[in-house]
């Protein structure tokens, strides 16, 4: 159907590991993926993107990695802080008529001093 | 990056009630889209507003429910018409801007129907 899955609904971490956040999508013709942080009572900040001719991108602390053969997405957060705590969102985009983004259920990143 | 303001960022309707939320954006955008978001819950795609013609609505969103006006580039309309308790969600825009392709949100319009 039209959803893009998460593995881990809750993913409770210490403060100077590492977070790795995972997502499943749907569409193999979709040719653009993006991860979103949304903190609580604000909208999806956008993080990191990824075009389908990569397998890898990197960010400030952040790195996404696209495995098209399987349809995985994950998001890995080097040295995760306190303020990473947010629900993080995999969304991909479709290559419709009108380029429909598709989002995961998210999964909440809890991050303990 | 974009600047997505949008209004009322809060408010309490009584059941019944339509409301109209509006999304203005500071750079030239593609395209604008429509999402909601129900407590605890991802985001659901509710239509595309097309500036000048009838927005393009998901399976199970409705113009009668869902009106939706683009009149230019940067500025558009979501009404939420009639509401219900259900209807109680966060209503956000999303545009697309031209320099770069990515997409962005606004902070996201949260309706209480009581």
């Known amino acids: 159907g039209e959803s893009v899955g998460l593995h881990l609904p809750t993913l409770s971490v210490q403060e100077g590991d590492n977070s790795i956040i995972n997502c499943a999508y749907s569409n193999s013709a979709s040719d653009y993926f993006i991860w979103y942080k949304q903190e609580s009572g604000k909208g999806p900040q956008f993080i990191i993107d990824?075009?389908?001719?990569?397998d890898k991108r990197q960010g400030q602390r952040v790195t996404v990695l696209l495995n098209k053969t399987v349809k995985h997405l994950s998001l890995q957060i080097a040295a995760t802080q306190p303020g990473d705590s947010a629900v993080y969102f995999c969304a991909e985009k479709w290559n419709t008529g009108f380029q429909k983004l598709v989002f995961g259920t998210g999964t909440r990143l809890l991050v303990s001093p | 990056s974009a600047v997505i303001s949008q209004k009322p960022s809060r408010d309490i309707c009584q059941r019944g009630t339509s409301l109209t939320i509006q999304c203005q954006v500071d750079s030239q955008v593609t395209m604008m889209f429509w999402y909601r978001q129900q407590p605890g819950q991802s985001l659901t795609l509710i239509a595309t507003?097309?500036?000048?013609?009838?927005?393009?609505?998901e399976s199970g969103f409705v113009i009668d429910k869902f009106p939706i006006s683009r009149p230019n580039l940067t500025f558009s309309t979501l009404t939420v018409s009639n509401m219900s308790p259900e209807d109680s969600s966060i209503y956000l825009c999303s545009v697309v801007i031209t320099v770069g392709n990515t997409i962005y949100f606004g902070e996201g319009s949260w309706l209480t129907v009581v």
């Open positions: 507003a097309n500036q000048g013609s009838e927005a393009t609505y």
């Open positions: 990824i075009r389908s001719n990569m």
